[in-house]
């Protein structure tokens, strides 16, 4: 299983820290991350992936509930989505 989770919100320090620990938590290993400040706004992205297929439903819910512990917002997306639009 590969996805995308995308954090969009206002800067503050932890943030990186925080989501980090939370795909751990949830059994994700990080093959790539990236993360920028735009003006006051953290922007980050990053490639995740697991053994084993996992419910997304479950993992948005919980990566939802986290961000906005964070006050930030938290997606993720299957990266078939994105494999699927290249190939239109």
Do not use: P, W
Not at 5 to 10: A, H, N, S
Not at 42 to 58: C, G, H, Q
Not at 59 to 68: D, H, K, M, N, P
């Amino acid at each position: 299983m590969k996805a995308i989770i995308t954090v969009v919100g206002k800067d503050k320090a932890g943030i990186v820290a925080g989501v980090s620990a939370k795909i751990a938590e949830l059994g994700l290993n990080i093959d790539d991350i990236t993360q920028t400040v735009m003006d006051e706004f953290f922007t980050m992205m990053a490639v995740v992936s697991a053994e084993e297929k996992k419910d997304f439903t479950a993992l948005r819910s919980e990566l939802e509930a986290f961000g906005e512990t964070l006050n930030v917002k938290i997606n993720i997306q299957g990266s078939a989505i994105f494999d699927a639009m290249h190939n239109l």
